[in-house]
């Protein structure tokens, strides 16, 4: 069912007691993760933490522990499915389920005992009504035992003729019921989307308990970041929802106009900005993912997906957007002036071709003076981290450094990520530009498909649902551009 009151129906009652985190592989999971781990250090709350990338893992970690808790939070995982039939818990077994997974199983949803969702009220869920897909047996056999013996033959056959259509009728009217359940269910259940993100919904209760922090505001924009940059939601519900966060960093980062060199509070600052994502891998807005070895020139080669990067490259790759000689160098190597003003030069060559949708509403995160960093590079890096194809120790090794690399104490792994993350943006453009080059991509019908063959270059990074997830995309609009 779903919790009305994060505070009380949920954090109130696992706050006293031992409790097992499953949480997803992906990067808006690990923020979630983040903010609750926050809030149990507060209140000093006894938590397992597990990761699990599956249902075969999901249930495995289940198997394992529910000896141990009672009390089970999953986090982007869960939602979507019969938890009851896959666990088959005892029960005194509660599940608090935050996941951004849609449609949500219409069996939690009506559950009122042991599982708890934890859903933002404001998403539109069209969850169809309980009469229309569930239904209370009836047993239809007992009203012929109590006719009375003493019946004459005549009464007896009336009733007997009356009982037999009126079962007749009850089976009609009900195929006609399951016949619309499926109907109503089938709707329901036909796509998968993603609602809002797990790791607002997490600052949502941290916020009602006046225990927000900036590191979990900060933690909310990248997991709502991730949904972004891996086209979980639609640019409204992107817009409207750093709509929402925008609020709460002017709350969290209010600055006195007149002080133009004060520190940020606790050395730490969000602010508002603007990302131009055709220009990826030689970024305008960060130090990081703007590799110095790479040019601007080469950073618009790499696909993405707005209507004003496949002009640009059907333009010739920023010739005549931007001075094409200074653009083809290595950024390190660029004029001052033109890196200091590259904004206000992009913004001006947008308007005058036309492009309305070249940037794209973002925040940044500074640490004192020297560390900026956009909410897509903690993306990039987080997941380039948990999707490392390097072996080093057990397998939630990368899960363990990904959540470390959120902390603003170990920036040596988020650097270690970006340097990844880099690999990757590089490994994609080689490998889309291979593939459409030697015409790789096949259409069949209205699919189209790909084949990497085993030696193929940074394939084995592929092997990685993100990783892969990326390079489908990327090939799929350079396929359509092309």
């Not at 599956?54 to 009390?71: I, N, P, R, V």
């Not at 916020?207 to 909310?220: E, F, P």
């Not at 070249?358 to 940044?364: D, H, I, K």
Request: net charge negative; glycine share 4%; hydrophobic share 35%.
């Amino acid at each position: 069912m779903f919790i009305s009151d994060c505070r009380r129906e949920f954090y109130d009652v696992i706050v006293s007691q031992r409790v097992l985190l499953l949480v997803a592989s992906d990067v808006d999971a690990l923020c979630a993760c983040k903010i609750l781990q926050a809030l149990f250090q507060c209140d000093h709350v006894q938590y397992t933490l597990v990761p699990v990338a599956g249902w075969q893992e999901l249930e495995t970690a289940f198997l394992e522990h529910k000896d141990q808790f009672k009390y089970f939070v999953l986090i982007n995982c869960g939602a979507n499915v019969d938890l009851l039939e896959i666990l088959q818990p005892e029960e005194d077994t509660f599940f608090f389920v935050c996941d951004s997974h849609r449609p949500i199983n219409v069996v939690n949803v009506y559950n009122e005992t042991q599982i708890k969702l934890l859903v933002k009220q404001d998403d539109d869920l069209d969850v169809p009504a309980y009469d229309d897909i569930f239904r209370d047996e009836e047993n239809e056999e007992e009203d012929s035992e109590t006719e009375s013996n003493g019946s004459e033959p005549s009464d007896k056959r009336r009733r007997f003729e009356e009982e037999v259509i009126e079962r007749t009728m009850k089976r009609r009217q009900r195929r006609e019921w399951e016949a619309r359940r499926r109907e109503i269910l089938f709707d329901y259940e036909q796509y998968e989307y993603h609602g809002t993100s797990s790791a607002m919904v997490m600052f949502d209760l941290a916020w009602i308990m006046s225990k927000d922090l900036n590191d979990m505001l900060w933690w909310a924009i990248v997991g709502l970041t991730d949904q972004w940059v891996q086209d979980k939601i639609t640019q409204m519900k992107y817009v409207t929802d750093i709509g929402i966060l925008q609020r709460h960093v002017s709350r969290h980062n209010h600055r006195n106009e007149d002080e133009e060199n004060s520190l940020s509070i606790d050395c730490m600052r969000i602010a508002f900005e603007y990302e131009y994502p055709c220009l990826r891998s030689g970024k305008t807005n960060s130090r990081h993912l703007m590799n110095p070895q790479l040019s601007l020139y080469l950073g618009s080669k790499i696909p993405s997906f707005s209507a004003a990067e496949n002009r640009i490259r059907r333009n010739g790759n920023l010739n005549g957007f931007l001075p094409l000689k200074q653009v083809k160098q290595k950024f390190n190597s660029m004029d001052i002036s033109l890196k200091e003003n590259l904004r206000e030069m992009i913004e001006e060559s947008a308007n005058k071709f036309g492009m309305k949708d070249l940037r794209v509403q973002t925040f940044s995160i500074h640490f004192g003076f020297k560390n900026k960093f956009l909410a897509s590079d903690i993306v990039y890096a987080t997941a380039s981290l948990m999707e490392s194809i390097e072996k080093e120790g057990p397998e939630t090794t990368n899960f363990i450094k990904a959540l470390d690399s959120l902390s603003r104490g170990n920036l040596d792994k988020l650097h270690q990520g970006l340097d990844l993350a880099k690999k990757q943006l590089r490994a994609i453009q080689q490998t889309v530009a291979s593939c459409i080059c030697t015409n790789l991509v096949i259409s069949q019908g209205p699919f189209l498909y790909c084949s990497l063959m085993e030696g193929t270059p940074d394939v084995k990074l592929f092997s990685k649902p993100v990783s892969l997830c990326l390079l489908s995309k990327y090939l799929l609009k350079s396929f359509v551009c092309s």
